[in-house]
Protein backbone atom coordinates (compact mmCIF):
# COMPACT_ATOMS: atom_id res chain seq x y z
CA UNK A 1 0.00 0.00 0.00
CA UNK A 2 1.32 3.57 -0.87
CA UNK A 3 1.68 5.83 2.00
CA UNK A 4 0.01 9.10 1.67
CA UNK A 5 1.80 11.69 0.48
CA UNK A 6 1.59 14.21 2.72
CA UNK A 7 1.53 12.44 5.70
CA UNK A 8 5.07 11.34 5.20
CA UNK A 9 6.07 14.67 4.42
CA UNK A 10 4.27 15.37 8.33
CA UNK A 11 6.78 12.53 10.16
CA UNK A 12 9.91 14.02 7.93
CA UNK A 13 10.57 16.92 9.27
CA UNK A 14 10.40 18.97 12.22
CA UNK A 15 11.64 22.10 10.07
CA UNK A 16 8.38 22.47 8.19
CA UNK A 17 5.63 25.06 9.40
CA UNK A 18 2.08 24.89 8.48
CA UNK A 19 1.51 28.26 6.27
CA UNK A 20 0.58 31.27 8.48
CA UNK A 21 1.30 29.06 11.46
CA UNK A 22 4.68 30.10 12.46
CA UNK A 23 3.72 33.23 13.71
CA UNK A 24 1.37 31.88 16.58
CA UNK A 25 3.85 30.55 17.99
CA UNK A 26 7.14 32.43 20.08
CA UNK A 27 10.30 31.22 18.50
CA UNK A 28 10.51 27.85 16.52
CA UNK A 29 6.96 26.19 15.51
CA UNK A 30 6.16 22.75 17.14
CA UNK A 31 7.25 19.46 15.30
CA UNK A 32 5.02 18.94 12.32
CA UNK A 33 4.72 15.62 13.05
CA UNK A 34 2.24 16.73 15.92
CA UNK A 35 0.28 18.25 13.41
CA UNK A 36 -2.33 16.23 11.27
CA UNK A 37 -2.03 17.41 7.53
CA UNK A 38 -4.70 16.29 4.87
CA UNK A 39 -3.93 13.29 1.57
CA UNK A 40 -2.94 15.32 -1.49
CA UNK A 41 -2.69 13.12 -4.74
CA UNK A 42 -0.18 15.63 -6.13
CA UNK A 43 2.55 16.84 -4.33
CA UNK A 44 4.87 20.07 -5.66
CA UNK A 45 8.32 19.98 -4.23
CA UNK A 46 9.56 23.31 -4.55
CA UNK A 47 13.20 24.73 -4.75
CA UNK A 48 16.05 27.34 -5.64
CA UNK A 49 17.86 25.77 -8.49
CA UNK A 50 21.29 25.83 -7.63
CA UNK A 51 20.35 24.71 -3.54
CA UNK A 52 22.07 21.27 -3.34
CA UNK A 53 20.31 21.27 0.05
CA UNK A 54 16.80 21.45 -1.28
CA UNK A 55 17.73 18.75 -3.86
CA UNK A 56 18.77 16.32 -0.45
CA UNK A 57 15.49 16.63 1.05
CA UNK A 58 13.39 16.44 -2.34
CA UNK A 59 15.15 13.10 -2.68
CA UNK A 60 14.49 12.01 0.68
CA UNK A 61 10.80 13.32 0.11
CA UNK A 62 10.44 10.56 -2.92
CA UNK A 63 12.43 7.90 -1.13
CA UNK A 64 9.80 8.48 1.60
CA UNK A 65 6.75 8.96 -0.03
CA UNK A 66 7.02 6.27 -2.85
CA UNK A 67 4.77 8.39 -5.18
CA UNK A 68 3.31 6.76 -9.15
CA UNK A 69 5.16 9.37 -11.10
CA UNK A 70 7.43 12.14 -10.31
CA UNK A 71 7.57 15.03 -12.98
CA UNK A 72 10.75 17.37 -13.19
CA UNK A 73 10.76 20.87 -14.35
CA UNK A 74 14.19 20.58 -15.56
CA UNK A 75 13.13 17.60 -18.21
CA UNK A 76 11.71 17.15 -21.37
CA UNK A 77 9.88 14.01 -22.50
CA UNK A 78 12.61 12.98 -24.31
CA UNK A 79 15.05 12.97 -21.73
CA UNK A 80 12.15 11.43 -19.41
CA UNK A 81 12.38 8.42 -22.08
CA UNK A 82 15.74 8.31 -21.84
CA UNK A 83 16.16 8.12 -17.89
CA UNK A 84 13.38 5.14 -18.40
CA UNK A 85 15.78 3.49 -20.73
CA UNK A 86 19.12 3.62 -19.39
CA UNK A 87 20.67 2.41 -16.50
CA UNK A 88 23.59 5.09 -16.62
CA UNK A 89 24.51 7.30 -13.86
CA UNK A 90 27.18 9.93 -13.11
CA UNK A 91 28.86 11.47 -15.82
CA UNK A 92 27.76 9.28 -18.14
CA UNK A 93 24.48 10.08 -17.60
CA UNK A 94 24.47 13.54 -17.60
CA UNK A 95 26.22 13.31 -20.81
CA UNK A 96 23.01 10.93 -22.35
CA UNK A 97 20.77 13.90 -21.24
CA UNK A 98 22.63 16.04 -22.76
CA UNK A 99 22.46 18.04 -19.42
CA UNK A 100 25.55 20.53 -20.34
CA UNK A 101 23.60 21.91 -22.99
CA UNK A 102 20.02 21.89 -20.99
CA UNK A 103 21.45 25.15 -18.65
CA UNK A 104 20.54 23.89 -15.39
CA UNK A 105 22.73 24.29 -12.58
CA UNK A 106 25.94 21.10 -11.94
CA UNK A 107 23.55 17.43 -12.86
CA UNK A 108 25.52 16.79 -9.51
CA UNK A 109 23.13 19.00 -7.03
CA UNK A 110 20.25 16.89 -9.19
CA UNK A 111 21.48 13.89 -9.23
CA UNK A 112 20.02 12.75 -6.07
CA UNK A 113 16.85 13.60 -6.61
CA UNK A 114 16.96 11.00 -10.33
CA UNK A 115 18.25 8.60 -8.79
CA UNK A 116 15.49 8.56 -6.04
CA UNK A 117 12.67 8.98 -9.19
CA UNK A 118 14.43 5.99 -10.91
CA UNK A 119 12.10 3.76 -8.82
CA UNK A 120 8.56 4.87 -10.05
CA UNK A 121 7.50 6.38 -14.06
CA UNK A 122 9.38 10.08 -14.33
CA UNK A 123 7.59 13.01 -16.85
CA UNK A 124 9.37 15.19 -17.97
CA UNK A 125 7.57 19.04 -18.71
CA UNK A 126 9.80 21.38 -19.88
CA UNK A 127 8.25 24.14 -22.17
CA UNK A 128 10.04 24.03 -25.75
CA UNK A 129 11.42 27.44 -26.31
CA UNK A 130 9.97 27.91 -29.19
CA UNK A 131 6.47 27.39 -27.42
CA UNK A 132 7.56 30.36 -25.40
CA UNK A 133 8.59 32.12 -28.20
CA UNK A 134 5.18 32.18 -29.65
CA UNK A 135 3.31 33.02 -26.33
CA UNK A 136 5.70 36.71 -27.28
CA UNK A 137 4.07 37.15 -30.55
CA UNK A 138 0.74 35.49 -30.19
CA UNK A 139 -0.20 35.74 -26.50
CA UNK A 140 -0.49 32.98 -23.86
CA UNK A 141 -3.68 31.80 -24.79
CA UNK A 142 -3.51 31.46 -28.86
CA UNK A 143 -0.16 30.01 -27.99
CA UNK A 144 -1.49 27.43 -26.32
CA UNK A 145 -3.87 26.15 -27.83
CA UNK A 146 -7.55 24.78 -27.55
CA UNK A 147 -7.44 23.79 -23.97
CA UNK A 148 -6.28 27.44 -23.30
CA UNK A 149 -10.03 27.89 -21.43
CA UNK A 150 -9.84 24.66 -19.43
CA UNK A 151 -6.36 26.54 -17.97
CA UNK A 152 -7.72 29.93 -17.68
CA UNK A 153 -6.18 31.01 -19.80
CA UNK A 154 -8.20 32.60 -21.65
CA UNK A 155 -8.83 35.29 -18.91
CA UNK A 156 -6.75 37.96 -18.11
CA UNK A 157 -5.41 38.87 -14.65
CA UNK A 158 -6.51 41.49 -12.45
CA UNK A 159 -4.93 44.81 -12.97
CA UNK A 160 -3.20 44.56 -9.51
CA UNK A 161 -1.46 41.03 -9.97
CA UNK A 162 -0.48 41.89 -13.57
CA UNK A 163 1.51 44.89 -12.24
CA UNK A 164 2.99 43.14 -9.39
CA UNK A 165 4.03 40.03 -11.28
CA UNK A 166 5.57 42.59 -13.74
CA UNK A 167 7.55 44.15 -11.24
CA UNK A 168 8.64 40.68 -9.87
CA UNK A 169 9.74 39.64 -13.01
CA UNK A 170 11.87 43.14 -13.60
CA UNK A 171 13.38 42.45 -9.78
CA UNK A 172 14.22 39.09 -10.93
CA UNK A 173 15.89 40.69 -13.86
CA UNK A 174 18.17 42.69 -11.57
CA UNK A 175 15.78 45.43 -13.06
CA UNK A 176 17.71 44.91 -16.34
CA UNK A 177 14.95 44.67 -18.92
CA UNK A 178 12.99 46.63 -20.88
CA UNK A 179 9.84 47.03 -19.11
CA UNK A 180 7.89 46.83 -22.49
CA UNK A 181 8.99 43.23 -22.22
CA UNK A 182 7.16 42.70 -18.73
CA UNK A 183 3.81 41.77 -19.96
CA UNK A 184 5.26 39.12 -22.42
CA UNK A 185 7.15 37.63 -19.49
CA UNK A 186 4.26 37.60 -17.34
CA UNK A 187 2.05 35.60 -20.61
CA UNK A 188 5.34 33.23 -20.68
CA UNK A 189 5.08 32.50 -16.44
CA UNK A 190 1.34 31.63 -16.84
CA UNK A 191 1.73 29.76 -20.20
CA UNK A 192 4.36 27.49 -18.39
CA UNK A 193 3.09 27.10 -15.12
CA UNK A 194 -0.44 25.99 -17.40
CA UNK A 195 1.58 23.28 -19.50
CA UNK A 196 3.20 22.37 -16.70
CA UNK A 197 -0.71 21.75 -14.48
CA UNK A 198 -1.34 20.05 -18.15
CA UNK A 199 1.78 17.38 -18.01
CA UNK A 200 0.83 16.59 -14.14
CA UNK A 201 -2.47 16.07 -14.74
CA UNK A 202 -1.35 13.44 -17.78
CA UNK A 203 0.87 11.54 -15.20
CA UNK A 204 -1.68 11.64 -12.29
CA UNK A 205 -4.13 10.12 -14.99
CA UNK A 206 -1.33 7.67 -16.52
CA UNK A 207 -0.34 6.41 -12.78
CA UNK A 208 -3.24 7.19 -10.88
CA UNK A 209 -0.92 9.11 -8.62
CA UNK A 210 0.29 9.92 -5.80
CA UNK A 211 2.27 12.61 -8.42
CA UNK A 212 5.29 14.14 -7.02
CA UNK A 213 6.85 17.00 -9.05
CA UNK A 214 10.13 18.67 -8.78
CA UNK A 215 9.57 22.48 -9.73
CA UNK A 216 10.99 25.95 -8.24
CA UNK A 217 9.67 27.27 -5.66
CA UNK A 218 7.81 30.22 -8.30
CA UNK A 219 6.22 27.48 -9.74
CA UNK A 220 4.76 25.76 -6.79
CA UNK A 221 3.44 28.94 -5.23
CA UNK A 222 -0.47 28.53 -4.36
CA UNK A 223 -1.35 32.35 -5.81
CA UNK A 224 -0.30 32.25 -9.25
CA UNK A 225 1.85 29.13 -9.97
CA UNK A 226 0.56 25.53 -10.80
CA UNK A 227 -2.26 25.02 -8.55
CA UNK A 228 -4.37 27.98 -9.88
CA UNK A 229 -4.37 25.64 -13.39
CA UNK A 230 -4.81 22.70 -12.08
CA UNK A 231 -7.39 24.58 -9.62
CA UNK A 232 -9.08 25.56 -12.93
CA UNK A 233 -8.63 22.22 -15.18
CA UNK A 234 -9.20 20.04 -12.35
CA UNK A 235 -10.76 21.34 -9.34
CA UNK A 236 -11.66 17.75 -7.85
CA UNK A 237 -7.67 16.84 -7.66
CA UNK A 238 -6.40 17.57 -4.08
CA UNK A 239 -2.79 19.28 -4.27
CA UNK A 240 -0.04 19.91 -1.26
CA UNK A 241 2.55 22.77 -2.05
CA UNK A 242 5.72 23.00 -0.08
CA UNK A 243 7.86 25.33 -0.71
CA UNK A 244 12.15 26.00 0.05
CA UNK A 245 12.57 29.21 0.99
CA UNK A 246 16.48 30.50 2.22
CA UNK A 247 15.98 32.21 5.58
CA UNK A 248 17.51 30.25 8.11
CA UNK A 249 16.47 33.47 11.03
CA UNK A 250 12.24 34.61 10.14
CA UNK A 251 10.03 32.30 9.22
CA UNK A 252 7.89 34.05 6.57
CA UNK A 253 4.41 35.07 7.58
CA UNK A 254 2.14 34.60 4.52
CA UNK A 255 4.35 32.17 2.13
CA UNK A 256 2.30 31.22 -0.67
CA UNK A 257 2.82 27.53 0.19
CA UNK A 258 0.86 25.30 1.95
CA UNK A 259 4.38 23.92 3.99
CA UNK A 260 7.53 25.82 3.59
CA UNK A 261 10.83 24.51 4.70
CA UNK A 262 13.39 27.19 5.80
CA UNK A 263 17.14 26.82 5.20
CA UNK A 264 20.35 29.12 4.58
CA UNK A 265 20.87 30.10 1.44
CA UNK A 266 23.27 28.46 -1.24
CA UNK A 267 26.82 29.90 -1.22
CA UNK A 268 26.59 31.70 -5.34
CA UNK A 269 28.14 34.44 -7.41
CA UNK A 270 26.43 37.87 -7.71
CA UNK A 271 23.17 36.91 -10.38
CA UNK A 272 23.15 40.13 -11.73
CA UNK A 273 27.14 40.21 -12.61
CA UNK A 274 25.96 39.37 -15.88
CA UNK A 275 23.81 42.30 -17.00
CA UNK A 276 26.21 44.82 -15.50
CA UNK A 277 28.32 43.53 -18.33
Not at 37 to 66: C, K, S, W, Y
Amino acid sequence: MRRSPARFIASWSSLLALAGAAAAFEGAPPPIERIDLPDAQIVLLGEVHDNGVHHDRQAAVLRGMDPAAVVFEMLTPVQAGILADSTLSGKALAEALDWAGSGWPAFSLYEPVIEAARATRIFGMAVPRADLGAVFDVGAATAFGPEAARFGLDQPLPEDEQATREEAQFAAHCDALPREMLPGMVDAQRFRDAAFARSILQALEETGGPVAVIAGNGHVRKDWGIPVYLSHAAPEVTVLSVGQIEDQDTPPVDAPYDLWILSAPAERDDPCAVFAK
